[in-house]
């Protein structure tokens, strides 16, 4: 049951609400859209419907992550301590009675993503691989925390995260609008790549302590802290060093590349803060995370609007 007497129902539902992180969604909204706009720029129509239609069945398997997440690492999360990005809510820890709640939610949300995936790609003209991809997209969110699989557990949390962030999101807005992958967007895919890369490192950075007892299998865990922010910092370079060599080689492309290079030095400056002082405390260490990952949606959401801007005026 979702309510509690001695709690009330206005608390239970901030928790439960909490345990969807809601902060990763509008992330994962601005890959969606940073897709779909650059499949506009290469000649795809921006359709309001079709976008909204697609949307919708995605929303709802990315927030069933974070509960299907919450549920398999509770007793991994109980050795952390929370930050905005990382740890887990912790409402699961300090109130392991909606461990029932959150693994129902979880599982209907991808319910209610699959169902809306065929009903769209059945009503409309969005096409039937639409299906498959979402229930791909699931089947790699669910099994990154749950067993027997355990991505995240057995070494291979870099691999399906990188691949969702820099691979599946954006790939999945750009297929809605276009109808295939071309080169316009695999063009783009290895800087995407690599930022999905840093992100998980990021994450995985605080929770070095936490995923060591309890046996979490991670590159944090096994190469520590230092490693981690180095290989952020180059991560990042590397980033930018792509999106300058691209804007050379096609000073024609409809994104304006060197823009782009531009803004991805919001997430490579702090990052490159964090290669040189490679902080091993904890504190110091979540702090440099926290201002990475806002600097790394930064330059996320810019990028969006400077796509969005060349969307309206060519």
């Known amino acids: 049951m979702l309510g509690n007497p001695s709690i009330g129902w206005g608390k239970t539902v901030a928790q439960v609400l909490r345990l969807g992180r809601l902060h990763f969604i509008g992330a994962g909204l601005l890959l969606f859209l940073f897709g779909a706009l650059l499949a506009a720029l290469h000649g795809a129509d921006l359709t309001l419907r079709r976008l909204i239609m697609a949307y919708l069945a995605f929303f709802p398997a990315h927030l069933s992550v974070s509960y299907s997440n919450d549920y398999f690492d509770t007793e991994v999360d109980a050795l952390a301590r929370p930050t905005l990005f990382t740890g887990g809510s912790g409402v699961l820890v300090a109130n392991p009675r909606l461990r029932p709640v959150a693994l129902r939610l979880a599982v209907g949300l991808m319910a209610c993503s699959v169902l809306l995936g065929a009903f769209f790609a059945l009503t409309s003209d969005l096409p039937l691989w639409f299906l498959g991809y979402l229930i791909v997209g699931n089947f790699l969110g669910w099994f990154y925390s749950a067993p027997p699989l355990r991505l995240s557990a057995r070494g291979f949390g870099e691999v399906a995260t990188t691949l969702i962030i820099g691979l599946a999101v954006p790939s999945m807005g750009y297929l809605v609008m276009q109808g295939r992958l071309d080169s316009g967007f695999w063009l783009l895919v290895p800087p995407l790549l690599l930022v999905g890369l840093a992100f998980i490192l990021l994450v995985e950075i605080p929770d070095m302590e936490a995923d060591r007892k309890g046996g979490k299998n991670t590159l944090v865990s096994r190469e520590g802290r230092r490693f981690a922010f180095v290989g952020v910092g180059a991560l990042f370079v590397t980033v930018t060093a792509l999106f300058v060599l691209l804007a050379a080689l096609y000073p024609e492309h409809p994104a304006r590349l060197d823009a782009i290079a531009a ?11 964090g290669a040189i002082r490679r902080p091993v405390a904890r504190a110091a260490a979540a702090h440099y995370v926290s201002v990475n990952l806002v600097a ?11 796509l969005w801007w060349l969307v309206m005026v060519r």
């Open 263 to 273: 803004y991805s030095l919001l997430p490579a400056v702090p990052a490159l803060a």
């Open 296 to 306: 790394l949606v930064a330059f996320v959401a810019v990028t969006d609007a400077h």
